[in-house]
T-cell receptor, first 113, second 119 residues
C-alpha cells in the first residue's frame, strides 16, 4: 500500500492560515488523496479529497502537486475548533486494499489564541 | 440525517463477560466498518461489511465477532476479551461497498465511538 508521511505536530495562531503538508512519493496514478481530522474525544471527520486537481470546500482547500507526490491541506483561517489530529490517507483504486481507508500517524495541530 | 450512532458510549467489562457494541446509520449506506483505536494512536481497520456481507477481516482475533443484521445495523460481539483490548471502537459507514473503484471517491462517516475498558 502506498504510504504517507506527515509531520508529527504543528502549531498555528488563531485566525491565521495553516498549511499541513503530506508526502506520498509512492502514490499510484489512480489513488485518491483523502484528508480526515479527529477532534478530541470524537470519531474522525471527513475534510476533503482529490485526485489530481486542487479542490476547495467550505472546510478547507487541498493543493496537489503536479507530480502528485505531495499535497497540502490548507485551512484558510484557523480557529480553536480546528485543533485536531489531521490524517492524510491514500485510497487505492485497485488491489487487495481497494477502497480501504487506512490511517497513518497524522499531524496534531495546536491552535493558539 | 448524516449521523452514525454508536451505543453504548462507555463500557467496562470483565474478561469472562460477553457484551455487544451497536452501530446504526439511516443514510442508506451499503458499507459499514469497525475500527479500533488505542490511546494516542491512529484508528486501525478491523472489519468491513459490504452489502451486508463481511468483505474484509483484518486478521482480528475470534473473540471479536461482527454481525450485520441489516443494512442499517452493525454489531460487534465481544467475548473473553483481554485487558489489551481496551480501546476506542469506532464504527463508520459509506455509500458504496468496498472492493470497487467507486469506493475510493467516497467519504466515510464515523460515529463517536465506544470507549471500552476490559478489567
Amino acid at each position: 500500500d502506498a504510504k504517507t508521511t506527515q509531520p508529527n505536530s504543528m502549531e498555528s495562531n488563531e485566525e491565521e492560515p495553516v498549511h499541513l503538508p503530506c508526502n506520498h512519493s509512492t502514490i499510484s496514478g489512480t489513488d485518491y488523496i483523502h484528508w480526515y481530522r479527529q477532534l478530541p474525544s470524537q470519531g474522525p471527520e471527513y475534510v476533503i479529497h482529490g485526485l489530481t486537481s486542487n479542490v476547495n470546500n467550505r472546510m478547507a482547500s487541498l493543493a496537489i502537486a503536479e507530480d502528485r507526490k505531495s499535497s497540502t491541506l490548507i485551512l484558510h483561517r484557523a480557529t480553536l475548533r480546528d485543533a485536531a489530529v489531521y490524517y492524510c490517507i491514500l485510497r487505492a483504486s485497485f488491489g487487495g486494499s481497494q477502497g480501504n481507508l487506512i490511517f497513518g500517524k497524522g499531524t496534531k495541530l495546536s491552535v493558539k489564541p | 440525517d448524516t449521523e452514525v450512532t454508536q451505543t453504548p458510549k462507555h463500557l467496562v467489562m470483565g474478561m469472562t463477560n460477553k457484551k455487544s457494541l451497536k452501530c446504526e446509520q439511516h443514510m442508506g449506506h451499503r458499507a459499514m466498518y469497525w475500527y479500533k483505536q488505542k490511546a494516542k494512536k491512529p484508528p486501525e481497520l478491523m472489519f468491513v461489511y459490504s452489502y451486508e456481507k463481511l468483505s474484509i477481516n483484518e486478521s482480528v482475533p475470534s473473540r471479536f465477532s461482527p454481525e450485520c443484521p441489516n443494512s442499517s445495523l452493525l454489531n460487534l460481539h465481544l467475548h473473553a476479551l483481554q485487558p489489551e483490548d481496551s480501546a476506542l471502537y469506532l464504527c463508520a459507514s459509506s455509500q458504496e461497498g468496498t472492493g470497487t473503484s467507486l469506493a475510493t471517491n467516497e467519504k466515510l462517516f464515523f460515529g463517536s465511538g465506544t470507549q471500552l475498558s476490559v478489567l
